[in-house]
C-alpha cells in the first residue's frame, strides 16, 4: 500500500479551509509571467527579474525597519535586521548563476521584444538606491508618467537615508558627527565628509570604547559590500550576454553600469581604512 499522509493527520480537504495556494496568493504569482516571444529562454528572463523584485520588495521592508530601530536608539535590533538585508543581497547574488547559462545567442531570440524596458526603470531599485543614500534625482525621470511611484520616490528622498539615521545615533552617543552632516539636505547625494570620516577613525581606533558606533559600521561596510557585489555580478552578466551593444534602457550598457561600480554608498567607512 503507498503512503497516506492522510493517516498520520495531514490535512487534504481544503474545501473549506484557507489552503497554502490561498495564503500565499500563488495563482496571482504564477499567472504573471507573459512572454512575448517563443523564445525558451524568456521564462527564465522574468522570473529573474520578477524574483528579484520580491527580493528588493524585502530589502525596502528591512531597511526601514532598520533606519526605524536606529532612530528609537534601539541599534541590537537594527544590526539584526541589517544582517539580514546583507543576506537579502547575498541571495540576489547567487541568482545571477541561473541567469548566467542564458548564452547571447538565446537572449538575442527575445531581446527586440522588451523594446526599451529595462532594470534601469525598475523604481523600487531607485528607492532601495534613495534609501542608502544614493539620492541620483535625474533618476526619477523615467517615473514621471507615474504619479504613484513618483509619491514613492520623492516621499523617500524627504527621508533620512540609513547613513543619515547611523550619523545621528552616533551622534546622540555623544560623538562630534558635524551639525553640516547631521542637518543636510536630504534630497542631495551624500558628499564625502573628512570630519564624518575622523569620527570613524575615533571609533576604530578603540572599537571596545565605542562598541555600539563599531558594530554599526561594520554592518553598513557589509551591506555595501554585498551590494557592490550585487552590481558587479550585473555587469559582468551583461558583458557576457550582450557585449558591449547599448542597453535597452537607451544607455551605453557596460560602461554604463562601470560607472555604477564606482557610487560610494559610505565613503568615510571606505576610505577610513587607509588612516587606521
Ligand atoms: C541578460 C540579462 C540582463 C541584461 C543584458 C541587462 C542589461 C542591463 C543594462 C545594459 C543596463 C543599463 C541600462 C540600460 O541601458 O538598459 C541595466 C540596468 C539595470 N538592470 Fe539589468 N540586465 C540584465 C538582467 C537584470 C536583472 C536580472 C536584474 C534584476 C532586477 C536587472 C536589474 C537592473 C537594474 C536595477 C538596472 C539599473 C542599474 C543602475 O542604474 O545602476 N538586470 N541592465
Known amino acids: 500500500m503507498a503512503y497516506d499522509p492522510a493517516q498520520d493527520g495531514a490535512e487534504m480537504d481544503f474545501r473549506k ?3 497554502y495556494g490561498d495564503y500565499l496568493q500563488i495563482d496571482q504569482i504564477l499567472t504573471a509571467q507573459k512572454p512575448l516571444s517563443a523564445a525558451h529562454d ?17 530589502a525596502l521592508y528591512e531597511l526601514d525597519a532598520a533606519r526605524a530601530q536606529l532612530a528609537a536608539d534601539n541599534s541590537r535590533a537594527a544590526l539584526k535586521v541589517l544582517a539580514r538585508i546583507a543576506r537579502i543581497f547575498e541571495q540576489l547574488n547567487s541568482a545571477w548563476d541561473v ?14 521584444d ?46 533620512p537615508s540609513l547613513y543619515d539615521e547611523a550619523l545621528r545615533r552616533l551622534s546622540r552617543l555623544g560623538l562630534a558627527v558635524p ?20 569620527v570613524w577613525a575615533q571609533v576604530y581606533r578603540d572599537p571596545s570604547r565605542y562598541w555600539e558606533a563599531y558594530e554599526i559600521a561594520e554592518k553598513l561596510v557589509d ?14 552578466t551583461v558583458e557576457r550576454v550582450i557585449g558591449f551593444k547599448r ?8 560602461s554604463y553600469l562601470k560607472r555604477m561600480l564606482e ?5 568615510e567607512l571606505w576610505r577610513v581604512r587607509t588612516e587606521l
Open 17 to 19: 479551509r484557507m489552503s
Open 42 to 58: 524568456e521564462l527564465l528572463f522574468i522570473i529573474q527579474h520578477q524574483t528579484s523584485e520580491l527580493w528588493m520588495k524585502l
Open 114 to 159: 522588451l523594446g526599451q524596458s529595462s532594470g534601469f526603470q525598475s523604481w523600487q531599485y531607485r528607492l532601495i538606491e534613495y534609501a542608502v543614500g544614493n539620492r541620483n534625482l535625474a533618476m526619477l525621470r523615467p517615473h514621471e508618467h507615474r504619479p504613484d511611484v513618483m509619491a514613492l520616490l520623492e516621499a523617500e528622498l524627504a527621508r
Open 263 to 267: 557610487v560610494e554608498l559610505f565613503p
Open 223 to 236: 551591506f555595501e559590500d554585498y551590494f557592490r557585489r550585487w552590481r558587479f555580478n550585473h555587469l559582468t
Open 179 to 198: 551639525d553640516a552632516a547631521l542637518t543636510r539636505d536630504l534630497r542631495q547625494p551624500w558628499q564625502f565628509d573628512a570630519e564624518v570620516m575622523a
Open 99 to 112: 541567469l548566467r547559462t542564458m548564452t547571447p545567442s538565446e537572449y538575442t531570440e527575445f531581446r527586440d
Open 247 to 254: 542597453g535597452t534602457g537607451g544607455t551605453a550598457g557596460t
